[in-house]
C-alpha cells in the first residue's frame, strides 16, 4: 500500500510539472547588444529544439542548433549531433515568458560554444519584422558599398566579370527568393484559406532577402587565391552554392562538371559532360568561350537538352544555361564563378 501510495504521488508530481510546460510552438528572442536571434521551439513531450542565430554580419545564416529536454522553466540540452557522435557540451536555460537566459550546466571541464551564453529578450512579430528590415536594409547597403569598392579594386581584367555579376543580380536574387519562400499553389483545398501575410509586413520574407545579399557582399568582397590562374584549368565557385570544375586535356577536349546546391532542402544538381575542341574559341583578349549542347543519354528528347555557355574572362567564369529546368528544378547554374586552383594531389 506504501509503494502504491508513493508511486501515485511521483506520478501526480511528474504531471504536475508537464502541466507547468508551455503548449508546443515556437517563440522567438533577441540579444540586441550582440546580434543574436533565439528560437526556442517547444515540442511534446517537453523535449525541446533551440536555435540560435548569429547576426553581426548582416544577413548571415551561421547557426547553432540544440535540443534538450524541458522541465518547467528550466531546458537542459545540448548541440544536435548524428547518432555515432558524442554530445559534447551541456547548457542550462532559464525560459520565461519574457527572457532567456543560457549558462553552462555546471561541474563540466572544458566547456565549449559559449557563444551562444547570456540573455536573450523576447521579440514580439512586429519586433521580429523590424529587425528583418533592418537587416536585409545593412545587408543592402554593405552590398553596394562592397561593389563601389570593387570598381576600385579588382583588376581590370576582370572587372568584365564584376559588371557582369552586377547586371544579373537582381534576377538571382529573386530566384533565390523564389526558391527559399515558393508562392503558394492555387487549388480547390486553399481557396478559403486565410490569405497569407503579405511579403513586406512578413520578416520571413526580409530574412529571405537578407541572407542571399550576404552572400553577396561576401563574394565581392573576397579575394582571389594567389594561385588561380586565367586559363581554363581550375575549381570555381559562385556566391551562393554553385561549382564548376574544369580541365583542358592535352587532346584539346574540355571537361567539365557544374554543379549545385543552393538551399537546405533543394537537392544538388549537375551537368557533368566533355566538350570536343572545336566547341572552343580564344578572344583576341585572351578570354575564353566554350559554347556546346550538353546531349544528356538519358534524356532523348533533344529539345530539352541543356544549352550551355561558358565565357572565362579574367579570374572568372560567367555560366548561362538554357533549357535547363528539369536539371535545376528549384536552383540553377547561371552566374559568375570566382577561379581557385587544382588540388594538389
Known amino acids: 500500500m506504501r509503494s502504491a501510495i508513493i508511486t501515485l504521488l511521483a506520478l501526480a508530481f511528474c504531471l504536475a510539472t508537464r502541466a507547468a510546460d508551455p503548449p508546443p510552438g515556437d517563440a ?32 548571415s545564416a551561421a547557426r547553432w542548433i540544440g535540443d534538450g529536454q524541458r522541465n518547467g522553466k528550466l531546458v537542459t540540452f545540448a548541440q544536435t549531433v548524428g ?10 536555460a532559464e525560459a520565461g515568458e519574457s527572457k532567456v537566459e543560457i549558462s553552462y550546466k555546471p561541474k563540466q571541464p572544458n566547456s565549449q560554444d559559449a557563444g551562444i551564453l547570456g540573455l536573450y529578450r523576447r521579440a514580439s512579430e512586429g519586433k521580429l519584422l523590424q ?5 536585409f536594409k545593412a545587408a543592402d547597403d ?19 566579370a564584376l559588371s557582369e555579376w552586377k547586371s544579373q543580380w537582381p534576377a538571382i536574387r529573386q530566384r533565390w527568393l523564389d526558391a527559399a519562400r515558393p508562392a503558394p499553389s492555387a487549388s480547390p483545398a486553399t481557396a478559403g484559406a486565410t490569405p497569407p501575410v503579405s511579403a513586406e509586413k512578413d520578416a520571413a520574407h526580409w530574412l529571405a532577402l537578407a541572407q542571399p545579399t550576404a552572400r553577396g557582399y561576401y563574394f565581392i568582397e573576397g579575394g582571389l587565391d594567389p594561385k588561380a590562374s586565367t586559363v581554363w584549368n581550375g575549381e570555381y565557385d559562385d556566391f551562393g552554392g554553385g561549382h564548376a570544375s574544369l580541365r583542358l586535356a592535352k587532346n584539346g577536349k574540355l571537361s567539365v562538371s557544374l554543379t549545385f546546391s543552393r538551399l ?19 578572344a583576341k583578349n585572351g578570354d575564353l568561350r566554350a559554347d556546346f549542347t550538353f546531349a544528356d543519354p538519358e534524356q532523348p528528347d533533344a529539345a530539352k537538352h541543356p544549352i550551355v555557355s561558358l565565357h572565362r574572362t579574367g579570374h572568372y567564369l560567367i555560366v548561362k544555361v538554357e533549357n535547363a529546368d528539369s536539371y535545376a528544378k528549384r536552383g540553377w547554374f547561371d552566374g559568375v564563378y570566382r577561379a581557385g586552383p587544382v588540388p594538389v594531389e
Request: without cysteine; hydrophobic residues 35%; aromatic residues 8%.
Open 83 to 92: 547518432e555515432d557522435q558524442e554530445r559534447g557540451t551541456f547548457f542550462i
Open 142 to 160: 554593405r552590398l553596394d558599398a562592397a561593389l563601389k569598392n570593387a570598381t576600385k579594386t579588382w583588376q581590370a581584367q576582370d572587372k568584365p
Open 264 to 282: 537546405e532542402d533543394t537537392l544538388a544538381s549537375d551537368i557533368t559532360t566533355t566538350v570536343p575542341p572545336e566547341r572552343l574559341t580564344t
Open 131 to 135: 529587425l528583418a528590415k533592418q537587416e
Open 28 to 59: 522567438h528572442y533577441f540579444d540586441e547588444a550582440t546580434m543574436r536571434h533565439l528560437l526556442l521551439r517547444t515540442q511534446s513531450f517537453g523535449k525541446v529544439q533551440i536555435i540560435v542565430r548569429f547576426a553581426s554580419d548582416p544577413g
